[in-house]
């Protein structure tokens, strides 16, 4: 059964830094992974998609890499604003069988001004 | 706008009762998905339909019936409300995996 971890579980950083969130996963056979942002009371946006041949996708200020054999993704976010402030969601689909997402729980991160 | 939308909302209602939820997504997806939020957060998967199709079904209590009038709707029915029901409900659409996620912006379903 797939798990998917995510650490820290919430992050508070003034503005301007560089950070970094985490995710891990217990069974390498995915079909892609992506990353979410999720606003309180807010539905889901989706920021980046990596295929499972990929080993990096980018989008403005975000970056997110996959390391698929050890398990692990990381989303990197430059030079962070206080607009930043939100928690970021990482996903998982299967390779075969059913193809949905199976989540990790989360890092609440806090931009301060 | 394209987009993947519910309604309502928000919806209080009281326990026992029958409620619905709908969702349309006009992206011209082929599936669709219902996931749940609890109140810890945690998103998981409930149904997904794929051209009408139920292809996933989790363990999910049968007070919890999907239906699919055509590819562009999934309405989640919920009958005799518990408690513990109440959580944020997520529609979401998907062409194919080579493009990820549409989520709506949730229904917060209340029982009291």
């Known amino acids: 059964k797939q798990e998917v971890t995510q650490i820290p579980a919430a992050l508070s950083v003034p503005e301007g830094e560089n950070l970094v969130l985490n995710c891990s996963f217990t069974?390498?056979?995915?079909?892609?992974l992506q990353w979410f942002r999720q606003d309180p009371g807010k539905g889901l946006t989706s920021l980046l998609l990596?295929?499972?041949?990929?080993r990096e996708q980018t989008s403005g200020r975000l970056n997110a890499s996959l390391d698929k054999s050890s398990g692990r993704s990381t989303l990197y976010i430059a030079a962070s604003q206080p607009g930043d402030s939100a928690t970021y969601l990482c996903?998982?689909?299967?390779?075969?069988?059913?193809?949905?997402?199976?989540f990790g729980s989360g890092t609440r991160l806090q931009v301060q001004p | 706008d394209t987009a993947v939308s519910q309604t309502p909302k928000y919806l209080v209602t009281q326990m026992g009762n029958d409620k619905s939820i709908k969702c349309e997504q006009n992206l011209g997806h082929d599936t669709m998905y219902w996931y749940k939020q609890d109140s810890k957060k945690f998103l998981k998967i409930m149904f997904s339909?794929?051209?009408?199709?139920?292809?996933i079904n989790e363990t999910v209590p049968n007070r919890f019936s999907p239906k699919s009038p055509d590819k562009a709707h999934l309405n989640l029915h919920i009958n005799s409300l518990e408690l513990g029901d109440s959580a944020v409900y997520f529609c979401a659409s998907s062409r194919d995996d080579n493009y990820g996620y549409t989520f709506g912006s949730g229904t917060r379903l209340t029982v009291v």
């Open positions: 996903a998982v689909t299967r390779r075969t069988g059913r193809r949905a997402l199976t």
């Open positions: 069974d390498s056979a995915i079909y892609n």
């Open positions: 990596i295929q499972s041949s990929q």
């Open positions: 339909y794929n051209n009408k199709e139920l292809i």
